[in-house]
């Protein structure tokens, strides 16, 4: 089998043997990139004399046996908002084409700190804004299944790379569904983990209370072990929580007998691609054969998840993407004549249409006389709709439903409609709104072989029943996954 | 007609924590420019906050010295603007949930009775930072070392009626803060500045005039000025028959005049909303009865205790206990001297008076506090006379001299040995043959002449009780 055909694991267990030198797999990773590249334009940045520098170093410590992680020595893609010191750091936006941060985010270090060795940096929309990397100002990332059909978004890129086996592991984020909806476009998988579990500092901020860092990759388990490398409490992010201690290995030995499985009959409703809900369907019986139950249970609150969603998420964006003005780093107009003109020049230029359509959304909502109509309003909906979460809960050990209505769209179709756009968010904001941790993995293909995703949503820290049901899930015999 | 005059102040204090409010930097004042910032201050992309928890025990005691109500759930929020010294973009402030509220402080009014100034609530939030003006290239240049020092924001209700008024509120604000130890309020630092609120109306009248505002003045001076100038132009409007606009004003110093700066129909719209990164804060029954337990006595207390314990004059007390400064100089002294009274005559004469001569504040007093007991302490053991004393205290407060080490070197000394003393005195008699038939002629005043000439001839070196009654004895 090829290098670039292998799950993350197989290569660590290869590198901790010897069998492969890190030197090869970045070999083999680059030539793939260089091959793929063209068609996918994943990457937005690479950072390839940085990777071979480190590498050296990582199989220095391979050869004395000195394994710093489960992942050691792998090559890794990096969602182009997460700040790498001296690298390259844009958001996929001309606001900040060339900055260079002068730091490094805590996932990052803690990647260092576990001998993984970064790629480059992947395409997303711009600010993460967008559901299909159409809205980065560095040009669109196809779908590697077909080329006409965007890979989804915002952490579209990472996806994409994963699945044209230009990096055998990704790091995405996740403010709406960013990591769950490309990898049911492009067939991987990936987790959304529970708010507070990863810490956000050095992840530029889209909505504050909503976004979170999370792996990506070809199976679950690569997922857990980079999950586990990642998580716990930062002090530098007081939004970051103690983690309950997260084990890979003992999270994929549980299994799923007499596990209880929800699905929200609001999520097989109206608008839902007939090839989506067979997938499920048959989803819902490989996790019966497995030894759980899976019923149907209705989870009202679904009708306002958008709008609340728009509102808080618009309302922190515009807010944190003020800090854009064209004074100390990032994008400045060059004939701005005064204070005024250098704001309002540098952020009409440096911004594209989707982050200007959500910072006029978000200031309208925070605007004195509409505050307590609208945000107060969705901070209401968003605090019942975690309760009803919740009531779930007291049923289910976790939930099982679609990650979006259909599969990849053509290029082009979603953005001449941003509100269809916002509306195929459905079945991915509630859990961010509710803070909880959802993986989405591949279930299955439509009519034109396109991939078809689920997620699996758990209660607050319950990562572990997760990537146990998926794992078990993954190693059923003809289990859909992503191209290999 | 006759106006009243109506004031609610706005106090801003730069608390004197280590490091900032956010992050680890320094808060030094007078660094070198943009040498006290981290991503963190200066607003870098996915950069986050990390309360510094002294600065919310800082609050919680200056909430507890101005008989506050401490909140037991707060939180921040932002406030949204931009400006080129707020790298974020936005302040992290408190508008919802401030950590303290319904307070008061105690001044003295004008028939010196004592009135009580309500404070509606203080509130944690972070500083910007500078912006310089650069005339040679015509551009401002940005110094972030000031972003993210803490600050809190006293809130006064418009409880104060005259420009003396607002100053003497300022002053007991700045005397507390001093003695808690969370400020040193230096205001031409910038770490204690007002921004003061103004209307007046008609005597009598229930509802107030409109108001205007007046952000960032930094002296006690500006201060009264700036009240006294648009009390005056208020009521000249009025007067004419015109109205008061609601508006900020500029407060110009230098011409003593205020000028329009923004209406209220260009009032910002901050868009607060909570601040996301940052969990809401829960301040325990037990941390704030710490915080009560070791609150340091106020100026009031002590002022009480000055009068009751040490008999000390109401006015003096009132001075010595306006400053922490003078206060630490008066307990060390008369500890030093065993005599409050005279230590407290020594700050009320010569360290006022060195003082006011010299334009120092009293935090900006640098000789070593034991000298002026120690000083003290020579008077009375006769070692040397008042008059010596007071010269020798002028080289204590300029040049930070060693009293004893002076008086040693500069033979200050009062001249101890009798013999000494009773042969200059001869020598001075034998001179002065005229006024001692005089005295013997019965011209009683021959004696204060006589007694000034032996002062002289011992260079005012000897206890003039005891030169008095030698010369008595020496003319029998």
């Known amino acids: ?484 | 007609m006759q106006y009243e005059t109506v004031i609610g102040l706005e106090v801003h204090t730069e608390l004197s924590t280590k490091s900032k409010i956010f992050c680890a930097c320094a808060t030094r004042f007078g660094a070198a420019p943009n040498t006290q910032v981290c991503p963190v201050c200066s607003g870098m992309p996915g950069a986050l906050p990390v309360l510094n928890q002294n600065v919310v025990e800082y609050a919680v005691r200056t909430g507890l010295a101005t008989n506050c109500a401490i909140t037991r759930g707060t939180k921040f929020d932002r406030k949204n603007y931009f400006y080129p010294d707020l790298p974020k973009a936005y302040q992290i402030s408190q508008l919802h949930q401030p950590i303290c509220t319904e307070g008061w402080v105690e001044i003295p009014n004008a028939e010196n009775r004592t009135k009580r100034i309500r404070i509606r609530e203080i509130h944690m939030e972070e500083d910007a930072g500078k912006l310089l003006h650069d005339p040679w290239e015509d551009a401002s240049l940005a110094d972030y070392n000031r972003c993210g020092v803490p600050l809190l924001e006293i809130v006064s209700q418009p409880d104060l009626r005259s420009a003396e008024e607002a100053v003497a509120y300022v002053e007991k604000l700045k005397a507390i803060l001093e003695y808690i130890g969370v400020s040193d309020c230096k205001m031409q630092e910038g770490s204690l500045r007002a921004d003061v609120n103004v209307s007046v109306r008609p005597c009598g009248a229930g509802e107030y005039g409109t108001r205007t505002e007046m952000k960032n003045l930094n002296s006690l001076r500006a201060i009264a000025r700036a009240i006294a100038s648009e009390a005056a132009r208020q009521i000249g409007l009025l007067e004419e028959g015109g109205r008061v606009v609601q508006e900020t004003r500029r407060w110009d110093d230098d011409r003593g005049e205020s000028s329009p700066m923004r209406s209220k129909e260009d009032a910002q719209d901050y868009k607060y909303f909570p601040e996301p990164d940052l969990p809401p804060i829960e301040i325990s029954e037990a941390q704030v009865e710490a915080a009560r337990q070791a609150l340091p006595e106020l100026p009031e207390t002590k002022k009480r205790r000055y009068i009751t314990e040490l008999g000390l004059p109401e006015y003096d007390t009132g001075i010595i206990t306006g400053s922490i400064h003078l206060v630490r100089l008066f307990e060390r002294a008369s500890d030093q001297c065993g005599n409050p009274k005279e230590a407290a005559n020594w700050i009320m004469g010569e360290v006022l008076g060195q003082l006011k001569a010299t334009q120092t504040l009293p935090e900006d007093m640098s000789f070593d506090p034991d000298s002026l007991g120690r000083l003290i302490a020579l008077v009375q053991s006769n070692t040397i006379n008042r008059g010596t004393a007071k010269k020798v205290f002028a080289e204590v407060f300029s040049k930070n001299v060693d009293p004893e080490a002076y008086v040693q070197e500069h033979g200050l000394a009062l001249i101890t040995d009798r013999g000494a003393i009773v042969q200059a005195l001869r020598q001075m008699l034998a001179a002065n043959e005229k006024s001692v038939a005089q005295y013997k002629g019965g011209k009683a005043q021959a004696l204060q002449y006589l007694i000034g000439q032996g002062m002289r001839a011992l260079k005012g070196q000897a206890p003039a009780q005891e030169v008095r009654q030698l010369l008595e004895e020496l003319l029998e």
């Open chain 1, 1 to 484: 089998m090829s290098i670039t055909n292998q799950t993350a694991l197989q290569l660590a267990a290869q590198l901790r043997s010897g069998a492969l030198r890190v030197s090869e797999v970045l070999d083999a990773c680059y030539a793939q990139i260089e091959a793929a590249e063209p068609t996918v334009h994943g990457y937005i940045s690479l950072c390839r004399e940085d990777a071979y520098a480190f590498a050296a170093k990582v199989q220095a410590r391979l050869d004395a046996g000195e394994a710093r992680s489960a992942l050691a020595g792998v090559p890794i893609a990096i969602k182009d908002l997460i700040c790498t010191k001296g690298i390259p750091t844009t958001c996929a936006s001309k606001m900040l084409e060339g900055f260079r941060p002068p730091y490094n985010a805590t996932v990052i270090e803690r990647l260092h700190a576990a001998d993984l060795i970064p790629l480059g940096k992947t395409n997303m929309d711009e600010f993460a804004m967008g559901s299909t990397t159409e809205t980065s100002a560095f040009g669109v990332t196809r779908n590697p299944h077909n080329p006409a059909h965007v890979p989804g978004g915002s952490s579209g890129g990472s996806a994409a790379v994963l699945a044209a086996g230009e990096a055998p592991i990704a790091l995405g984020s996740d403010t709406g569904g960013s990591i769950r909806q490309p990898c049911a476009y492009c067939g991987v998988t990936g987790l959304k983990p529970t708010y507070g579990a990863v810490s956000r500092y050095g992840l530029i901020a889209y909505a504050s209370s909503l976004d979170q860092i999370g792996p990506m990759g070809r199976c679950a388990a690569d997922c857990a072990a980079l999950f586990e490398i990642i998580a716990g409490r930062d002090e530098k992010d007081s939004s970051s929580m103690d983690f309950p201690a997260f084990s890979a290995a003992a999270a994929l030995a549980g299994d799923l007998r007499g596990k209880r499985i929800g699905v929200p009959a609001e999520f097989l409703g109206e608008g839902l691609q007939p090839a989506v809900a067979k997938a499920l369907r048959e989803a819902a019986e490989r996790f019966r054969a497995l030894g759980a139950t899976v019923e149907e249970f209705p989870l009202p609150m679904l009708a306002y998840a958008v709008p609340t969603y728009y509102i808080i998420a618009c309302a922190e964006a515009c807010s944190n993407l003020s800090r854009y003005d064209g004074i100390k780093y990032g994008h400045s107009a060059a004939g701005a004549r005064d204070l005024l003109e250098t704001y309002i020049l540098s952020r009409s230029e440096g911004f594209g249409m989707e982050v200007k359509r959500r910072i006029m959304l978000g200031n309208f909502v925070l605007s004195s006389g509409y505050y307590d109509a609208y945000y107060k309003k969705a901070l209401q909906a968003k605090r019942m709709l975690q309760q009803a979460y919740f009531k779930a809960f007291e049923t289910y050990d976790m939930l099982l439903g679609p990650v979006a209505p259909t599969t990849a769209p053509k290029l082009g179709e979603s953005l001449s409609d941003p509100l269809r756009m916002y509306l195929s968010d459905i079945y991915t904001v509630t859990v961010n709104l509710a803070g909880l941790p959802a993986l989405a993995l591949p279930c299955g293909t439509d009519e034109n072989a396109l991939p078809i995703g689920m997620q699996l949503i758990g209660k607050p820290f319950g990562e572990s029943a997760l990537f146990a049901a998926a794992d078990a899930y993954q190693r059923t015999e003809d289990a859909p996954l992503g191209r290999l």
